[in-house]
């Protein structure tokens, strides 16, 4: 089988897959997707993805963001946060202006061809993730953003001066986190759809263990580090 630059790029990809899981520095929830998704399918693979994460950022204005040195990520979680975690870091800051982010699921599929980018778009779209669309096309691959809405941002330091009262900074956490999970739980729909449209595995009724959800426990409250809780 004639190898093509689709092939070359896919290598190199789940090489940086694998390294990069070993290092713990892909987001543990979708990893094991992620690897079954690179290596069952000759037809796509995937680049930079992102489960959903809550941080905080010290920025001016979140506009900022693209300008250099002008928007700093100080501290970042794929997964709920306690008070105890946010206020740990808060003491920590003496000047600027804090915000508390939440992100959204975030992945890149390419695709071999635009038909298979438009397999996965229906799909995206099917679980929920509108704001997806083709991001470019090239002779060598087609790729796929598919982005999640469930975002969350609120500025809770001013000048080094934490300016929320701490029942409404816990009411603040508490949505942080719903909106995180809703994210998620979105995400998980989508894994489903693609093991069931594109891998093959059971349909949606049958609901056997799927890679997200043997993985998802991991957000049991229980288990979330409360050492710092106030």
């Known amino acids: 089988m004639t190898r093509t630059n689709f092939d070359a790029r896919k290598s190199v990809f789940i090489k940086r897959l694998i390294e990069e899981g070993s290092q713990h520095r892909v987001d543990f929830d979708i990893y094991d997707f992620l690897l079954a998704f690179n290596k069952s399918l000759n037809d796509y693979y995937t680049t930079s993805s992102c ?12 506009s900022y963001s693209k300008g250099s040195g002008l928007f700093k990520f100080i501290a970042k979680w794929h997964r709920p946060v306690t008070y105890g975690e946010i206020i740990g870091v808060i003491n920590g800051i003496s000047d600027g202006d804090v915000w508390l982010l939440v992100r959204a699921p ?9 038909n298979g ?4 778009l229906r799909i995206a779209r099917e679980a929920g993730f509108k704001h997806s669309g083709i991001y470019s096309v090239a002779h060598d691959g087609v790729v796929v953003e598919v982005q999640g809405e469930d975002r969350f941002e609120v500025p809770i330091v001013i000048n080094g001066r934490l300016i929320v009262p701490v029942e409404d900074l816990r009411r603040i956490i508490d949505i942080a986190n719903e909106t995180l999970m809703f994210g998620k739980f979105r995400l998980v ?3 489903r759809l693609i093991e069931v449209k594109l891998l093959g595995r059971a349909e949606l009724g049958d609901m056997p263990r ?3 959800k043997e993985s998802y426990r991991e957000f049991n409250i229980e288990n979330i580090s ?5």
């Open 106 to 114: 975030i992945m890149h599929f390419v695709a071999r061809d635009l």
């Open 117 to 120: 980018a438009l397999k996965i």
């Open 226 to 230: 409360i050492e710092n809780s106030v």
């Open 51 to 62: 489960s959903g994460r809550i941080a905080l950022a010290k920025a001016s204005r979140l």
């Open 210 to 212: 799927t890679y997200f």
């Open 189 to 191: 729909h989508l894994i």
